[in-house]
């Protein structure tokens, strides 16, 4: 799936920045399971506010809302990848 189609269906554009894996979105509100399937973590369901950023406590996965000052540069420098 490229990024154009991950935006387009609301699961957000995933980079490898700086060994991190971040998630761009433009929701609100979004879940994490650590992806993986059996090798993930219970759901957890963040709120992000308008140009926020959040955290995932299990697996420090990143969330940017697209409205963050930080996404232009994530985009340019992060590696996209598929999860």
């Known amino acids: 799936m490229s990024v154009a189609e991950a935006r387009s ?15 761009i ?3 609100l509100h979004v ?19 308008k140009g926020g950023e959040a955290v995932c406590k299990y697996c420090d996965r ?5 409205d963050h000052p930080r996404v232009p540069e994530i985009r340019r420098k992060g590696e996209p990848f598929q999860p």
Do not use: A, N, Q, R
């Open 62 to 66: 990143h969330f940017y809302h697209v």
């Open 31 to 49: 879940s994490c399971d650590g992806g993986g399937g059996v090798l993930g973590h219970p759901v957890e369901y963040i709120t992000l506010e």
């Open 25 to 27: 979105v433009d929701s």
């Open 9 to 23: 269906k609301g699961i957000g554009e995933h980079y490898i920045l700086g060994g991190e894996e971040v998630v």
